[in-house]
């Protein structure tokens, strides 16, 4: 009987990683927990589950772990800085549209813009365009390429003047003042399924 309410007692608490669990002798850490000194402890802010076959007490995290780019995964972003050699993203959300609960830095070298040679990233990115793009690596700051014709800018506005650019072959052209612009534009042009 003690042990039923032991074990109820432990299937209430709510813990925050370095709270004791319990002792080792009645039940083994497993994930989200961890043995110090004959005591269970939690690793992380949660409630115990326990699995009384094993004698295994987990701690299941109280929120899910938070999403972030991957390497090969397609994301969104905003240019927010761009040099000769490399441009700065905002990296917003999946391509799927989901939001991050925090925004990413994310870094297009310009090796990773086009198999052409580009003399500087001046001329196919500038600030505030939208750009889908390829994650590289699994670190901040995200290495980022928009290779891919599916990659590259999907929404932007005209240097000059601010107004609506439309997609014409390679480049695109402002409906308002007729400045045609040559930027890396993705094949996607116009179809962005985040709001940024």
Request: net charge positive.
């Given at each position: 009987?003690?042990?039923?309410?032991?074990?109820?007692?432990?299937s209430?608490?709510?813990?925050?990683?370095?709270?004791?669990?319990?002792?080792?002798?009645?039940?083994?850490?497993?994930?989200?927990?961890?043995?110090?000194?004959g005591?269970?402890?939690?690793?992380?802010v949660?409630t115990?589950k326990?699995?009384?076959?094993l004698?295994?007490?987990?701690?299941?995290?109280?929120?899910?772990?938070?999403s972030?780019?991957?390497?090969?995964?397609?994301?969104?972003?905003?240019?927010?800085?761009?040099?000769?050699?490399?441009?700065?993203?905002?990296?917003?959300?999946?391509a799927?549209?989901?939001r991050?609960?925090?925004?990413?830095t994310?870094?297009?070298?310009?090796?990773?813009?086009?198999?052409?040679?580009?003399?500087?990233?001046?001329?196919l990115?500038?600030?505030?365009?939208?750009?889908?793009?390829?994650?590289l690596?699994?670190?901040?700051p995200?290495?980022?390429?928009?290779?891919?014709?599916?990659?590259?800018i999907?929404?932007?506005?005209?240097?000059?003047?601010?107004?609506?650019?439309?997609?014409?072959?390679?480049?695109?052209?402002?409906?308002?003042?007729g400045?045609?612009?040559?930027r890396r534009v993705?094949?996607?042009?116009?179809?962005?399924?985040?709001?940024?």
């Open positions: 009987m003690k042990s039923v309410k032991r074990v109820e007692e432990i209430k608490l709510k813990l925050t990683p370095g709270d004791d669990v319990c002792v080792i002798e009645e039940f083994l850490p497993g994930a989200g927990a961890y043995e110090h000194k005591l269970v402890k939690s690793a992380v949660g115990p326990l699995d009384l076959n004698r295994v007490v987990y701690v299941t995290p109280l929120s899910k772990k938070p972030m780019p991957e390497a090969g995964s397609l994301v969104y972003g905003v240019v927010v800085l761009v040099k000769d050699e490399y441009a700065v993203v905002k990296i917003v959300c999946d799927k549209g989901t991050y609960s925090t925004p990413f994310g870094v297009i070298h310009i090796t990773q813009v086009s198999d052409k040679y580009v003399k500087s990233l001046y001329e990115l500038g600030l505030g365009d939208v750009v889908k793009a390829k994650v690596n699994d670190s901040i995200y290495n980022l390429t928009i290779k891919e014709a599916r990659l590259g999907v929404a932007t506005s005209c240097r000059v003047c601010g107004g609506k650019l439309v997609k014409t072959g390679e480049g695109l052209k402002c409906s308002e003042c400045t045609v612009d040559k993705s094949s996607e042009y116009g179809h962005i399924k985040c709001v940024i």
